[in-house]
């Protein structure tokens, strides 16, 4: 074993070895402490171990360090295990520094691996190269020696920044507890409210089948009491005509009111003289409707012949259509087309027949008089209009 204190003897690193690689047991008991602490794992040396002694070994890891290292000073059966795992583990390491020549070359090799951070599989292929002198082999002890140094510190640092990471990791964890059981809320709250939205449309449903039922029912109904009714229609057509027939006894007792109150009472007649017959309403004013015809809608049946009176007065011809109360509508087509002058008296004509008469005027632009009153005055006042705006042709 190669001691830097001895005496002068030449280490055996020192001495021509050739090609032959220094064995476990021949370096320095110097490097035998390092070498096993960084080439071989703790738990492949225990394994190691128990194999070489054939039993468990219940000594600590460091026990097992320091009888490992002892053993390795002479060629002993550990000493050769320790020698085969080396060579086993770092083959490779072994055969690239195969290519180093000189003791410089062993150097560089060194330096690169530790640069590296390589520096397990390269510390025994250098201590075991055949160019390691003792100063090589020193300088690697202290190389390896601060790299563990290094390590330890590096280690420290790592056990920080786990130990870092483990409360960063705790307190994720923890948020996405929290963030968890509030999205499990929100999905209740979800499907609660999905659930409540589904039962109302069901019963939106159920509803509008109901409905959809209530009304087939009632068609059904209606339908029924229609069949049992076979004259519903005629009886519908008569009750319009009541109606009608109502509103044309208003019309003329709205009329006769009126005469009353605007005719002047007669001269008293002397005893046992026969009355004057009733003549027509004089016209104000000289209205010529010489070859006219001229067709009265509306008006009181009773009044007939008085209207027929003042129209051929004035020269014109005469026709009169009672707007559909008791003449049939289709004589009002007739009637219209035939006439040169339509005077139409809206109280007492249907609304039926007052739209037709508007729009056959308005469609062959024949000339229309509307009066709201059916009375005498009413009609020559519509005479008067018709005259004035819409003169003969010459």
Known sequence: MCDKHASKVPCPADAAQGSRRRRVWELSHACHCPLVGVGLPLGGLRKLVEKVTGGKVLHDDYDIHVGTVSECAMRTPLADAVQKELERRYAQHVQRFRAAKTTGEVGAMWDAAVAAGDVAGAFWAGLSHPRCTTALEEKMCRDIHMVQHQAGACARADINKFNAVLADNARLERDMVRL?????????????????????????????????????????????????????????????????????????????????????????????????????????????????????????????????????????QFAHHDGGLEDSSSRLDASLAAADLVICQTGCISHSAYWRVKDHCKRHGKRCVFVDNPSASSLVRGLQEAATEDPQPS
């Open 180 to 316: 968890q059981e509030r999205c499990n809320a929100l999905a209740h709250d979800k499907a609660l409210e999905s659930e409540r939205l589904d039962n109302q449309l069901r019963a939106a449903r159920a509803a509008t089948i109901a409905r959809d039922g209530d009304v087939q029912a009632l068609r059904a109904e209606l339908a029924r009491l229609q069949a049992s009714i076979p004259d519903l229609e005629t009886r519908e057509r008569l009750a319009e005509r009541v109606a009608q027939m109502e509103a044309r006894e208003q019309a003329l007792r709205a009329q006769l009111a009126e005469l009353k109150a605007v005719r002047a009472p007669a001269p008293a007649q002397e005893a046992g003289s026969a009355p004057e017959p009733v003549q027509a309403a004089p016209v104000a004013t000289p209205v010529r409707l010489d070859n006219r015809s001229v067709l009265c809608v509306g008006g009181r049946s009773s009044s007939v012949p008085v209207y027929r009176t003042m129209i051929e007065r004035v020269g014109a």
